[in-house]
């Protein structure tokens, strides 16, 4: 089935600073999304990205799905962009989504 | 976009009892997922509800530990069985397809 993996596990940052997640892929995709979960539990849907780049605010997300990889730009972040964020992908055949391990990240002002 | 509620948002329950978790969505859907995320951990499916069908279950989870009612499109319930303290995690309800998925608040449980 497809492997999802996440880096880094864990991203401790001072506010203000920007930071890059990446997200590997074992087979072909067209439907990787990416979320994020506040420290409550709530998982948020960012981005559908199954090619090319997105922006939202001060998240961007680009894919590269020939290479199989996703890449997620935090940019300024703030203490509330703490939390885990994860990839997942679709899987056709089994009709459901496939999570990453996730980036666990830490915000200090 | 969808909206989902769930109830409870939390318990604490003893081992050997058994909880049901609900799920309330805005508007009618086909599928609705059941994940379970235990701590530190990443999501994991545990089933697939459809309406008027049996759900359809992950390797490693079966019906008498997660038994769940599908009644209507909106609407679905999971519940947790003969509890152990390893049941302990939340809960997430979520709909949505390839291109998008919602999810629920999460249910937190919590099992002594």
């Known amino acids: 089935g497809i492997q999802v993996e996440q880096s880094p596990p864990d991203l401790i940052l001072q506010e203000g600073a920007n930071s890059t997640l990446r997200c590997n892929f074992s087979?072909?995709?067209?439907?990787l999304q990416w979320f994020h979960q506040n420290p409550w539990g709530q998982l948020i849907n960012l981005f559908y990205?199954?090619?090319g780049t997105k922006q939202n605010g001060r998240l961007s997300a680009t894919t590269v799905a020939t290479e199989r990889y996703s890449l997620l730009y935090i940019s300024s972040s703030q203490t509330t962009d703490s939390g885990v964020y994860f990839c997942?992908?679709?899987?056709?055949?089994?009709?459901?989504?496939?999570f990453g391990a996730g980036t666990r990240l830490a915000v200090h002002p | 976009s969808a909206v989902i509620s769930q109830k409870p948002s939390r318990d604490i329950c003893q081992r050997g009892t058994s909880l049901t978790i609900q799920c309330q969505v805005d508007?009618?859907?086909?599928?609705m997922f059941w994940y379970r995320q235990q701590p530190g951990q990443s999501l994991t499916l545990i089933a697939t509800?459809?309406?008027?069908?049996?759900?359809?279950?992950e390797s490693g989870f079966v019906i008498d530990k997660f038994p769940i009612s599908r009644p209507n499109l909106t609407f679905s319930t999971l519940t947790v069985s003969n509890m152990s303290p390893e049941d302990s995690s939340i809960y997430l309800c979520?709909?949505?397809?390839?291109?998008?998925?919602?999810f629920g608040p999460g249910t937190r449980l919590t099992v002594t």
């Open positions: 087979d072909s995709v067209n439907n």
């Open positions: 509800a459809n309406q008027g069908s049996e759900a359809t279950y």
């Open positions: 990205i199954p090619s």
């Open positions: 508007s009618q859907v086909t599928m």
């Open positions: 979520s709909v949505g397809g390839p291109t998008e998925q919602y």
């Open positions: 997942a992908v679709f899987s056709g055949g089994y009709n459901k989504l496939i």
